[in-house]
C-alpha cells in the first residue's frame, strides 16, 4: 500500500533554534500533502495543505513565517519550525491525499522544545 | 468537508463486537466514509471506507445508512490492541481533511 515515511520520530531541540520534519511518499507520487499538529489528547489540527511546486495554504492562525513548508517534488514535503519555542512542543503529523482511497499518513514527529 | 458526529468515549468487553456510531448527515452525494484509527503517539491507519454500499474487509466492516447519514463501524471481536481513539471523515477529494474529536474506545479484559 501506499507508505509516507515521516522523519525524524522524534527531536528534541532548543529554544531559538528550526527544526525540519520530512515526509516522503515511498512509492507513490503525492500532488498534496497535509500537515497537522496535536496535543496531548486533542484532536489532529489541519496547519496547512502543500501542492508540489507551489506555495502551501496556511489554515487560519498558523503563522506561515514560523511553519516553512517545501514541496518542491512530488515524492517530498518538509516542514520547518523556525525560531522554535517550547509551545511549539506537540506531534506534527503529515499526510497524503490518495484520491478515492483517502489519505495516508506519516508516523509523526514528536517535537520537545527545551 | 461534510460535519462528522461522534460520541467521545465508549467501552467494549474484549472478544466482543464493538460498534462505532458516526452521524454525517450533510454528506454529499459523491463523498466517501472513511474511517481511521490512532493509537497513542502514532499516526492514523486507514481502516474502511465506503460510499452507498456495506463493505468488509481483515480489519473492519462498515454499515452506511440508505440515507447516508451515518454509518457505524464494526470491529467483530474487539482486542486490548483495537484500544484507540477512532475518527469517521467524510473529506471531498481534492480538498483538506478535517478530524473532529473520535471516539476513545477502551476495551477492557
Not at chain 2, 458526529?5 to 464493538?18: H, K, L, Y
Not at chain 2, 497513542?40 to 440508505?66: D, F, R, V
Amino acid at each position: 500500500g501506499a507508505v509516507v515515511s515521516q522523519h525524524p520520530s522524534w527531536v528534541i531541540c532548543k529554544s531559538g533554534t528550526s527544526v525540519k520534519i520530512e515526509c516522503r511518499s515511498l512509492d507513490f507520487q503525492a500532488t498534496t500533502m497535509f500537515w497537522y499538529r496535536q496535543f496531548p489528547k486533542q484532536s489532529l489540527m489541519l496547519m496547512a495543505t502543500s501542492n508540489e511546486g507551489s506555495k502551501a495554504t496556511y489554515e487560519q492562525g498558523v503563522e506561515k513565517d514560523k511553519f516553512l513548508i517545501n514541496h518542491a517534488s512530488l515524492t517530498l514535503s518538509t516542514l520547518t519550525v523556525t525560531s522554535a519555542h517550547p509551545e511549539d512542543s506537540s506531534f506534527y503529523i503529515c499526510s497524503a491525499e490518495l484520491g478515492q482511497y483517502g489519505y495516508t499518513f506519516g508516523s509523526g514527529t514528536r517535537l520537545t522544545v527545551v | 468537508d461534510a460535519k462528522t458526529t461522534q460520541p467521545p468515549s465508549m467501552d467494549c468487553a474484549e472478544g466482543r463486537a464493538a460498534n462505532l456510531p458516526c452521524n454525517h448527515s450533510t454528506i454529499s452525494g459523491n463523498e466517501y466514509v472513511y474511517w481511521y484509527r490512532q493509537i497513542h503517539s502514532q499516526g492514523p491507519q486507514y481502516i474502511i471506507h465506503g460510499l452507498k454500499n456495506n463493505e468488509t474487509n481483515e480489519m473492519a466492516s462498515l454499515i452506511i445508512t440508505e440515507d447516508r447519514k451515518s454509518s457505524t463501524l464494526i470491529l467483530p471481536h474487539a482486542t486490548l490492541r483495537d484500544t484507540a481513539v477512532y475518527y469517521c471523515i467524510a473529506p471531498l477529494g481534492g480538498f483538506k481533511t478535517i478530524f473532529g474529536a473520535g471516539t476513545r474506545l477502551f476495551v477492557k479484559a
